[in-house]
């Protein structure tokens, strides 16, 4: 049985994401898939990918991968990946395309007129390169990762959550932004981990040994007795 699902729907390089997690967890069956009864049965699943948010959204649906994703992001160890954070918001305006719901918000493209940092030097635009992660809020997968460490990013799009209780992570490029995620089971990130050395490899290492807490669902207000 796999240990850990990493969702491949044809966009990006997956198996250096697969690797990665090998690496901290040899122990752990880890497989690249594209079938959803793979994902379904999976008790981790990763989702990543690269690209523009339209053509991952149309190959996801062609490969019949939504209600395993959707499923997964509702129920077990969710970890999402550069695109694969984006894709949980409601709506992007790279291509104006509609994306899984899964969270409140926006994804929004880096404003060209902010596009500089405070020495005034323009910056450009997609944001590719190692940049520092203020830790928003405390979470398992931040467990011994340095307050303001470094990781690599490759984007031109932000997710804005309508819910700032989401944001547990926050990047500057002539702007500040989100760029990491968690609500229950879901963590979420913008940058790469895979490719973010020490600090990536501890995230990946946090993840596949977290165990989310569920929410309990709302008690029922007592009755009061009939007058």
């Known amino acids: 049985m796999t240990d850990v699902a990493v969702v491949d729907y044809g966009m990006g390089n997956l198996h250096s994401v697969a690797k990665a997690i090998e690496h901290v967890a ?20 990763v989702f990543p990918g690269q ?8 190959e996801m649906d062609a490969r019949g991968l939504r209600e395993a994703v959707v499923a997964a992001a509702r129920g077990k160890p969710f970890l999402g990946i550069c695109i ?12 104006d395309v509609a994306g ?16 500089v940092d405070a020495q005034g030097v323009r910056l450009k ?12 809020a405390a979470h398992p997968l931040w467990d011994g990762i340095a307050p303001e460490s470094r990781f690599y990013f490759v984007h031109s799009y932000y997710v804005d959550p309508l819910n700032r209780e989401l944001v547990a992570g926050q990047s ?21 981990p895979e ?24 008690r029922a207000a007592p009755a009061f007795p009939a007058a």
């Open 26 to 45: 040899p122990q752990l069956r880890v497989a690249v898939t594209g079938d959803p009864e793979v994902v379904m049965r999976a008790p981790r699943v």
């Open 51 to 58: 690209g523009a948010m339209p053509d991952c959204m149309r």
């Open 84 to 95: 694969g954070l984006q894709m949980l918001f409601e709506r992007s305006e790279e291509g």
């Open 100 to 115: 899984l719901g899964l969270l409140p918000g926006r994804v929004r493209r880096f404003p060209a007129d902010k596009m």
């Open 125 to 136: 635009v997609p944001h590719m390169g190692w940049n520092e992660v203020h830790q928003a």
């Open 172 to 192: 500057v490029h002539g702007v500040p932004f989100t760029c990491a995620c968690a609500r229950d089971n879901i963590f979420a990130v913008q940058f790469h």
């Open 195 to 218: 490719k973010s050395h020490t600090a990536g490899l501890r995230l990946l290492a946090n993840f596949v040994a977290w165990q989310p807490v569920r929410r309990r669902p709302a």
